[in-house]
């Protein structure tokens, strides 16, 4: 029991909420599972690349969370909050866990890519185009957090989180075509290609996809008990602050009525 | 904005005619910088040629970061950030004249790293006007993004070390377009993609100042 909670309680979660929370993790738990299973029993195993083939329901789909979902919820939501009429601390906070969870998923493209890179390119790390900017993203992302963890006001740090936030998103195409054009090794987009015809069949297509709603899921799951766990630590923090100003008054109290008196 | 730009621009340029930093400091700090990347390459003098035009922008990079910090750091003291924003100058104006004063700045100090460049590495230039102009456009991309990053982290106390790791990454397609276009300038004659990178530079350029015209006065209220 922190002392704050009799000062004020924490912000309430509604019921409704917190049953997504419970029925949206446990469908992500379960859909994992079934990826697992299918990707490791159930599907063939490539008649180039052997086992190592599993390795698609996993990577494509962790990438697609960290560079596309998260990246691309943080950068909207921080226009969101800069932009005034939609301004609220809901949008930073949202930002912010979006970031968070999308480090976590961007560091595992990163590691996932290596383990499928040293079997077939023979290398750990390639400069190739695709790595080089998940890594030049995964940067700026550090960036981001390394920012929000200096103390200030939660507004102001919103704002400067969201510019911060800005300014790498306008920065993500130009890093991506700059590294195009300088080098590339990486295969082209098996599912998400131009005419969106996945260019592989059978029970390995639908564990592809199964392997990419699980992550999805893993992700909203991850992203909403971030979000709570924002929300709290802002009423944490405001609660200290509470209670350190009533301390200093209770010190004061005293002397104010031997004045009185 | 223009002429607010300008006055801007003055201010700053003639503190550091007065003060000297960036000649005194910044300038052979760069040099310095050239002077360890060839220590690190050994004294393979076909190496560092080959090397030149990534060890050059890479310099360049690290004198911006110094650049933007004392450009931050002359408005930390007395006031002079509020002073400024009280002036009623517009804002767009302010970030102008920043951002050229650093641009200033580094293009003189390119043109003695090119100096070193040349005389340290033995590189040969065999396209001048691919140089300058890749210079150019490099240098107003730098000045915008750096003098943005100033203006977010001038009020942190851990402005020292967070600068440089935002801005950075931010500045990787010039370093990458930079060096591709220079690459082409030493070895002569222009490659099928230099013109192609010396757009990437110039939209970056054009993406960043606007930007920075629009958001330069909230981005100095949240500071």
Redesign the interface.
């Known amino acids: 029991m922190s002392p704050n909670q009799s000062v004020h309680p924490p912000p309430a979660q509604s019921a409704r909420v917190r049953t997504a929370v419970r029925v949206i993790g446990i469908t992500a738990a379960v859909a994992t599972a079934c990826t697992v299973w299918l990707g490791l029993w159930v599907t063939p195993p490539d008649v180039t690349q052997g086992n190592l083939v599993r390795l698609v329901y996993i990577h494509p789909g962790v990438a697609w969370v960290a560079l596309y979902l998260a990246f691309g919820l943080a950068a909207v939501a921080s226009l969101l909050y ?1 932009w005034p009429r939609t301004r609220g601390l809901f949008w930073d906070r949202l930002a912010a866990a979006a970031v968070e969870v999308g480090v976590v998923f961007n560091v595992c493209t990163l590691i996932s890519g290596s383990i499928w890179g040293k079997p077939t390119w023979g290398v750990w790390w390639a400069w190739d185009a695709r790595l080089t900017s998940t890594a ?1 993203l995964l ?2 992302f ?2 981001y957090l ?2 929000r963890r ?1 103390p200030a006001e939660p507004e ?1 740090r919103a ?2 989180c969201a ?2 936030a ?3 998103a ?2 993500i195409p ?2 991506h ?3 195009l ?2 080098k590339t090794l990486h295969q082209g987009a098996t599912v998400l290609n131009p005419d969106l015809s996945p260019t592989i069949h059978g029970s390995m297509a639908w564990t592809l996809l199964l392997g990419f709603v699980a992550l999805t899921l893993v992700f909203v799951w991850m992203l909403l008990v971030r979000y709570r766990i924002g929300v709290l630590e802002d009423w944490l923090g405001t609660g200290e602050l509470d209670v350190a100003l009533r301390e200093r008054q209770a010190e004061g109290a005293p002397l104010d009525e031997d004045q009185a008196a | 904005m223009w002429r607010d730009a300008a006055l801007v621009a003055g201010k700053d340029l003639r503190i550091e005619a007065r003060s000297r930093v960036a000649l005194s400091q910044v300038a052979p700090f760069g040099i310095l910088a050239l002077v360890m990347f060839a220590f690190a390459l050994g004294p393979d003098r076909s190496l560092m040629a080959k090397g030149a035009p990534g060890l050059f922008w890479v310099a360049v990079l690290f004198c911006t970061v110094l650049a933007v910090q004392r450009s931050v750091s002359v408005e930390s003291v007395d006031g002079a950030r509020d002073g400024l924003r009280l002036s009623g100058l517009d804002p767009a104006g302010l970030f102008l004249g920043k951002a050229a004063a650093i641009a200033a700045q580094l293009l003189v100090l390119e043109a003695v790293l090119c100096v070193g460049v040349v005389l340290l590495y033995g590189a040969r230039v065999e396209v001048p006007w691919l140089l300058a102009v890749s210079c150019l456009l490099g240098t107003i991309g730098l000045a915008a ?1 750096g003098t ?2 100033g203006a ?1 982290s001038a009020g ?3 402005k020292e070390t ?1 600068l440089p ?2 801005f950075l ?2 500045a ?2 010039v370093l ?2 930079g060096t ?1 276009v220079w690459q082409s300038a030493l070895a002569g004659g222009i490659p099928a ?1 230099g013109s ?2 010396l757009r ?1 530079l110039a ?2 350029d054009a ?2 100042l606007a ?1 920075g015209v629009v ?1 330069f006065g ?2 100095q ?3």
């Open positions: 800069l030049v940067v700026l550090l960036g390394a920012l200096v102001v704002k400067r510019f911060v800005l300014f790498a306008v920065d130009i890093v075509f700059s590294v054009w300088w | 993004t943005l990053y977010l942190l106390r851990v967070l790791f935002l990454p931010i990787a397609p990458l377009a591709r993609d192609q990178w990437l939209v970056f993406v960043y930007l958001v909230p981005i209220e949240s500071a």
